[in-house]
Structure formats: structure tokens, C-alpha cells
């Protein structure tokens, strides 16, 4: 099956976003290139805060980046803090020394530390990040590829209908991006992390 569209996930150990591109604009200009540029940030960027909250029972994700700073902070005022698990900067597990040296990343001594002092495995807490940058740039690509195929089609306005219009993930080609510098051992745990996403639901 032909690769319609190109996502590159980057996800930094501060911010993270993803960008896009269509096999077919880049065939035109390689530099015609898609970014998330709505992620409400104050500072205009095309990235958000690299963090993810998770409900403490189910480990179902609530939210990553921004949002989930904001429902983090808002439960810590209505609800017990401690029903919720919130991770921020995680990934700087990954830069530990012991991590570079260490031939089994997979093994347990390497935690991810929520805000309550509480550990998880890296692998998951990672997998739950990538999963709802996932979702959310699906969601928007949705959309916008609806409006874009009506437009094509010579639409002046889309219909709801149109705009939900959904691309078929076979045809979706997906990248995440890691340092250079990094050893196999922090690429592999990375790559545990992305095959995780797979284990779950769109």
C-alpha cells in the first residue's frame, strides 16, 4: 500500500509536538511541511510541555502536555492528588548513567517518578505520552484532510461529515525522532514505548 502521509513524532525531554506531510506535496516542495501550531501555549510554539496525566486505578491517560498541566493543578484543589498520577520531564530517565551503561533497559530499576514520589515503568509512562500525541494529531489531521479533500473537490464550505473524515492509518507512515547521540539502549526503550501504543484503542 502507497504511504499517503508522513508523521514525525518529536518528543523532546522539555516540549514535544509532531510535524506532517503529504506524499503528494512533496513530490511539488519538499519544504511544504505541516506543523500543530493550536496547542494554546503561551510562548506561540509548535510544541507543548512533555508530560502526561494518568488515572491512578486504571492508568487510563486524562491528558498530555498543557492540558494536563492544567487538570493536574485543578485536581490537586477539588480531588485527592494522589488518585491521579502525573509525569513531567520523564524522559530524562533515558540520560541517566546508569541507563547508558546498563545492558537491559528493560530492566525494573528504571522508573519514571510522578509529582507524588510514586514510580512506574519508563516504557509505559512513555507509551501513554506517544499514544495521546498520537490521538491528537489524528484528530487534527482529520479534520484538516476533510477540508482539504472537499476544498480539492471544489467545495467552497465542508460538512460536518466531511470534516470528520477519517485516513486509513495503513497509509500513514510514522517516525519518532531521537538523538543521535544516543546509545541502543535508549533507542530500544523508545522503541518498546512505540510498540506499547499499539496495544491500544484508537
Not at 17 to 33: H, T, V
Not at 78 to 83: G, K, N, P, Q, R
Not at 96 to 109: I, S
Not at 137 to 155: I, P, S, T, V, W
Request: with cysteine; glycine share 4%; net charge negative.
Amino acid at each position: 500500500m502507497d504511504i499517503e502521509i508522513v508523521i514525525a513524532l518529536d518528543i523532546g525531554s522539555s516540549y514535544s509536538g509532531y510535524a506532517y506531510q503529504f506524499s503528494s506535496d512533496f513530490k511539488e516542495n519538499p519544504r511544504d511541511i505541516w506543523m500543530s501550531d493550536s496547542w494554546g501555549s503561551s510562548n506561540n510554539t509548535h510544541k507543548t510541555s512533555t508530560c502526561v496525566l494518568l488515572r491512578e486505578k486504571t492508568l487510563e491517560r486524562i491528558a498530555i502536555g498543557e492540558d494536563a498541566e492544567r487538570e493536574y493543578l485543578r485536581f490537586c484543589d477539588t480531588v485527592d492528588e494522589f488518585e491521579y498520577h502525573f509525569f513531567k520531564n520523564f524522559k530524562m530517565v533515558l540520560y541517566t548513567k546508569d541507563f547508558r551503561n546498563d545492558e537491559k533497559p528493560e530492566n525494573p530499576k528504571y522508573q519514571a517518578e510522578d509529582y507524588g514520589g510514586r514510580h512506574m515503568p519508563f516504557t509505559l509512562v512513555m507509551s501513554k505520552f506517544i499514544e495521546g500525541l498520537k490521538e491528537d494529531c489524528l484528530e487534527r489531521f482529520d479534520r484538516y484532510d476533510g477540508e482539504r479533500k472537499a476544498l480539492e473537490d471544489g467545495k467552497d464550505q465542508t460538512t460536518d461529515e466531511e470534516r470528520k473524515r477519517k485516513i486509513d492509518e495503513k497509509k500513514i507512515r510514522w517516525v519518532i525522532t531521537v538523538p543521535a547521540i544516543w546509545n541502543d539502549f535508549a533507542k530500544d526503550a523508545m522503541r518498546k514505548s512505540a510498540i506499547l501504543v499499539r496495544s491500544y484503542q484508537r
